[in-house]
Structure formats: structure tokens, C-alpha cells
């Protein structure tokens, strides 16, 4: 009778649980998991381990494991630190000591990994420059960073753009190298590396360095103005690469990347990812459509890093008899499409576990889709609420505000309501800082949200949370919106387009591109004579912006409207976007073919819109 009731009771608990919380199982699997891991990362912590360290554990234990692949060539676990080793002494003998700072201006290449790895055994913090950027943005993150030396990829179009700013370098007495073949105006780090040792570098070379100290700067846009430096430490190192343990990788596992390294993505999911787990990463210059999957077969790769925009231009190419011909168990990132993400599992197979994640750089909030539910970032369950700290919160829109109850306190979204996530600021859940003034980073945090004296960080993106909990990406709000991949400030735009040929006012803008991932760029322009110089304007963005942040539609307006505080209003443009049947204004389209901008027609409209001309 006591078995019966036993057995009664245990069928009892598990209807009810099956009844009101179905989700249990897949929340404790996923507990499990992540709280291995993290608990991994704890230890690192209590030994104090910087990059460089994990390097030397993982060759002293892996020795002649591949490591690195990047075109023809291997590189194993062994022979990265010995190039590391080099990299460091090559450093110190040119001047360089902890706490000082390098740029690095170079295109995906194991070198790279080897300068960043080497510059950790010193102390000396490497910020990862974007290869877009060019003058103006350029010269920003140089500054920002407080660069002392800057290494340059050996590309003539990395050498060019540093030529464009080279008088101003000299003003700041940066010296320049490149990794490569030593030109009329630049040594070649390279061969100072060659000609050193390539023993193992004492700790105290590295001065006093602890797990929360930076170890690279990342830049993001943010939410407004010119791009900011996160800094990034070894523990940030560590926590982003468990995104990519969780699919369990291990020495038979090779990770494909052709994001770009000066990415969190490519470098802490990518390379830290692989060398946390002892796999083998495979590496390309620079992602490309149609060489993708050529890649995956040459490589043997397991595991693939994307984003959605890169995805998008895969499942356009051609299909072939080798479409199902690779080996992918898995696929890591983030921006993926639903009809995206359907397309290619469809053609590329059904079993690929697509883990798309959402994260900021500097955040200390985010979602992983553990359990490959089709087409959500993850789960927001009760559960998770208690491991994490995010919150949806109801968000206004047009007036880009919080929306709070009488008493001045945020409102919790309900389900299928878009909400803006914010992360709660505590002892146990920071901040990666900007670099620079304390400013910088208190606009990301939200003040008195719940109760008073709270402080959350402000991720500025929108998400709904469903009835069972599946968490889905709504929109960008503020001054930033995503394209190509890459996060774009309107303002740090509109401050370069102002100052364009005829340019009197610019106010720039996300719209959204029927097909395409994120929105792209428009800038609503006020002219000081009638007519836009289109090849004039066009010459001008090309310099001085990268190609993703260059505005791919002109509007010209007569005025613009503002708020009551004198504001531009975006609203209503975003809205309208490249209508031509609301827009009376003209609008111009950045035809890239042409080398100049062109007057939009209907014909040209209807073109972008099915995808028959791409922006």
C-alpha cells in the first residue's frame, strides 16, 4: 500500500509538471551544461589565468594536435605557442611593456591569433581594429586605444588605407609595421618575430595581471556616436567561448570561421571557443559565398560560425550534387532568418543543430537556443530567470523611452509583447567598461528600473517572449541599426555625411530591404544648392566610410522636422522608407556598379524590392 502510494504520488508530481511546467527537462539539461562549464571557468579564475596561460596548458597537454588551418597550411597546439613565444620577445624588444597598447589593422590570418596570444604573456593589450573603417573613424580608435604601435596586415588595401592617415600617425609618434615584406615606409614585424627564440615567456614578464584586467579591446557602435572600446578580459575570453563549448567540441571537431577576428564572434566564440576545447579552427581571410562549403570539405569541419546575413548569401548560390556532401554537425551565431534558417537545413540537412545565440559585446545579458528550437533565440523560462538576469520590459517606441507604471517603475511585457531586454547590474553581474571616460559607459545603464538604486544595462534591442517561453529578436531601437553584420551608428554617419560635398543637414536612418537581414542605411539630406553631385557624393562616402555604414539611398529634403527639444524625427522617415509612391522627394540609390549615385525610378524600386538588384 505505501509502494502504491509512492508510485501514486511520483505520477502525480510528474502530471503536474507535464501539466504546468513542460519545459522542466530541457531546463535542468541545459543547467547542467552551462553551470559545467561556467564552474570551469570559476577555476581559471581562482588560478588567475589570462589568455597566454590557456595557450601554454593547452600545447603542453595537445603538443602536435592540429590547431589552426588558414589556406594550405597547419599550425598545431605546439607550434602557435612557439610562435606566440616569438611574438611576445618580438614585442618586448621593440619597446613594448605592460600595460601599453598596439593596434592591429589585419584581415583574418593565423598571425593574429599568434600577436594577440603573444601580447597577453606581456601585458600589453592589442585593440582589434575594424578593416572597414577609414580617416576619421580610424584615427578614432587609434586614439581611443591609446595605441603606442600599430601592426598592419600586408593587403595593399590595408596598406593604402594607413597611407591616407600616415601624417597624422606621425604627429602621434605611432610607429607602423607590417606583417609582411618590409615596404619604402614600414618595417616588417614579421621579420623582428623571426629572429627570436621561441621558449616559453616567464609570468612576471607580464607585470601584475589579473583575470579581469583587459586582454584586447573590441569596438562597438554602441548606441550613439563613434565607436567605443570594450574592454575585454580573460574571464570575458573564457564565459563567451562556453557559448561554443556547449555543443561539446573536442579534438576530432574542426570550427569553420570567415568572420572577421576583430569580432567577439570570430575571436572569443572562434579561436577562444577552439582553444578551450582543444579542437581545430579553420580559418579564411575573408568569407566568401561561393567557397564556403568547398571550405567545409577541405577543412573536414563540425561546427560552423555564421552570421544571418551570411547564411543569406550561401542558400543563394547555386545548388549542386554536393550540397549534402560535408560533414557540419552544428552551426554557432546569431541573426538568422526564419526563412533563412529553413532554406538551409532543407538543403543542407536536417540534423545540423543551428545554436543561435543573442549577446552584446559589453552585455551582461543573453540567449542561447540550446535546444535547437527552429527559429527562437532561446528560452526565457521561469528557471532561467533565476540563473540569469534579464528582463523584458514594455518600451515606447516613437518617444524611445521606457514605458513606467505611476510610480515611475519599468512594466514587465507581457507574453507576445515586445519588450526592450535589460540586464540587472549586481556583484556577480557586471560590465565589460568602454574604455575612456565613465560616461560612455553609464549611457548604457538604465537607473531606479524596479526599485530605487537599481542599475540595469540597457541592451536597446526588442524581444517577444511567447507563451511557452521561445524568445524571438523584434527590432533595434535608438540610434543604431545592424547591416552586413556589423552594427552602424546613425550619428557617427550623419557626422561624416554632413560634411559631405553640398551637404548643409543629414539625418541617417535604418530601412528595412524586403529578403535582407537588418535594415540599410538612408540619409535624409538638405542641400545648400538644388541638386545632389552624385559622383562628387559618392567619391566622398566611399572615402570615408566603410562600406557597410556608406548610406545605400539619399534623400533630399527641403527641411527636416524636429522635436520640441530641436531633435530630427526618424519615425516617420523610417516608416516611408524608399516608397516612391509616398515619397515626393527625390531619392538616390548608391549604384556600386556605376561608381556613383543614381535617381531611383519605380522600375529601380520594384528591382531592389524582389531581389533582382542587390543592395
Not at 618586448?92 to 598596439?102: F, L
Not at 569596438?219 to 570594450?230: M, R
Not at 509616398?582 to 549604384?591: P, Q, S, T
Request: net charge neutral; charged share 25%; glycine share 8%.
Amino acid at each position: 500500500m505505501i509502494f502504491l502510494s509512492y508510485l501514486l504520488g511520483i505520477g502525480l508530481i510528474w502530471w503536474l509538471i507535464k501539466k504546468f511546467y513542460p519545459w522542466l527537462a530541457e531546463d535542468i539539461s541545459f543547467a547542467s551544461a552551462y553551470m559545467s562549464v561556467i564552474w570551469k571557468s570559476k577555476q581559471w579564475e581562482k588560478s588567475n589565468l589570462v589568455l597566454y596561460d590557456m595557450l601554454q596548458i593547452q600545447a603542453k597537454k595537445l603538443q602536435d594536435q592540429k590547431f589552426v588551418l588558414f589556406q594550405d597550411d597547419v599550425w598545431t597546439y605546439k607550434q602557435m605557442l612557439w610562435w606566440a613565444n616569438k611574438c611576445c620577445r618580438a614585442l618586448r624588444s621593440e619597446g613594448m611593456y605592460p600595460g601599453d597598447k598596439i593596434g592591429l589593422l589585419m584581415m583574418n590570418e593565423p598571425a593574429y591569433m599568434a600577436i594577440w596570444a603573444g601580447s597577453t604573456a606581456l601585458g600589453v593589450v592589442p585593440a582589434f581594429l575594424n578593416t572597414n573603417l577609414r580617416t576619421k573613424s580610424l584615427l578614432h580608435c587609434i586614439d581611443l586605444a591609446e595605441v603606442k604601435s600599430l601592426i598592419v596586415g600586408k593587403e595593399p588595401s590595408l596598406l593604402e588605407t594607413v597611407n591616407q592617415i600616415k601624417e597624422d600617425l606621425q604627429e602621434r609618434d605611432i610607429t607602423v609595421y607590417v606583417y609582411g615584406e618590409q615596404t619604402d615606409d614600414y618595417r616588417s614585424f614579421s621579420d623582428v618575430v623571426d629572429k627570436q627564440k621561441n621558449d616559453d615567456i616567464p609570468s612576471d614578464w607580464r607585470g601584475v595581471r589579473t583575470f579581469t584586467d583587459p586582454v584586447c579591446y573590441i569596438y562597438t557602435s554602441g548606441t550613439t556616436g563613434l565607436p567605443k572600446a570594450v574592454k575585454i578580459s580573460s574571464g570575458k575570453c573564457f564565459q563567451a567561448a562556453t557559448v561554443t563549448c556547449l555543443l561539446k567540441p573536442n579534438a576530432n571537431d574542426v570550427i569553420y570561421t570567415s568572420l572577421p577576428l576583430y569580432h567577439s564572434s570570430a575571436a572569443l566564440l572562434g579561436f577562444c571557443g577552439a582553444l578551450i576545447s582543444g579542437s581545430a579552427i579553420a580559418l579564411r581571410k575573408k568569407f566568401s559565398a561561393s567557397q564556403f562549403w568547398p571550405d567545409c570539405r577541405k577543412y573536414n569541419v563540425t561546427i560552423i560560425q555564421y552570421i544571418g546575413e551570411t547564411m543569406r548569401y550561401v542558400c543563394k548560390q547555386p545548388t549542386t550534387a554536393d550540397d549534402r556532401s560535408h560533414k557540419v554537425r552544428a552551426m554557432v551565431g546569431n541573426g538568422l532568418r526564419p526563412d533563412v534558417w529553413r532554406t538551409f537545413l532543407d538543403r543542407y540537412g536536417e540534423n545540423i543543430h543551428v545554436m543561435e545565440f543573442y549577446g552584446a559585446t559589453e552585455g551582461n545579458v543573453g540567449f542561447i537556443n540550446y535546444h535547437n528550437k527552429f527559429g527562437c533565440l532561446g528560452t526565457m523560462s521561469p528557471l532561467w530567470k533565476k540563473l540569469t538576469n534579464g528582463v523584458l520590459v514594455k518600451y515606447n517606441s516613437e518617444a524611445d523611452e521606457l514605458v513606467r507604471d505611476k510610480n515611475g517603475r519599468a512594466i514587465v511585457a507581457d507574453a507576445n509583447e515586445p519588450g526592450l531586454l535589460v540586464g540587472k547590474i549586481d556583484k556577480t553581474v557586471a560590465l565589460c567598461e568602454y574604455k575612456g571616460k565613465k560616461a560612455l559607459s553609464e549611457k548604457k545603464i538604465l537607473h531606479d528600473v524596479f526599485k530605487d538604486g537599481d542599475r540595469y544595462f540597457n541592451t536597446g534591442d526588442l524581444f517577444m517572449c511567447d507563451e511557452n517561453y521561445h524568445v524571438y529578436f523584434r527590432d533595434r531601437v535608438g540610434d543604431t541599426y545592424r547591416w552586413k553584420g556589423e552594427n552602424v551608428s546613425t550619428n557617427e554617419v550623419s557626422d561624416i555625411v554632413v560634411q559631405g560635398p553640398g551637404v548643409k543637414e543629414a539625418n541617417v536612418y535604418g530601412v528595412e530591404i524586403p529578403g535582407s537581414e537588418g535594415q540599410a542605411g538612408m540619409a535624409a539630406v538638405v542641400l545648400e544648392d538644388d541638386e545632389l553631385d552624385c559622383k562628387a557624393f559618392y567619391d566622398y562616402v566611399c572615402k570615408n566610410l566603410a562600406s557597410y555604414a556608406r548610406p545605400c539611398f539619399v534623400r533630399v529634403q527641403d527641411c527636416f522636422e524636429l522635436t520640441g527639444t530641436l531633435k530630427q524625427r526618424k519615425v516617420n522617415l523610417r516608416k516611408e522608407g524608399f516608397d516612391l509612391e509616398i515619397v515626393d522627394d527625390k531619392i538616390y540609390f548608391l549604384g556600386t556598379s556605376k561608381k556613383t549615385y543614381v535617381l531611383l525610378t519605380p522600375e529601380m524600386q520594384d528591382g531592389i524590392k524582389n531581389g533582382k538588384i542587390r543592395v
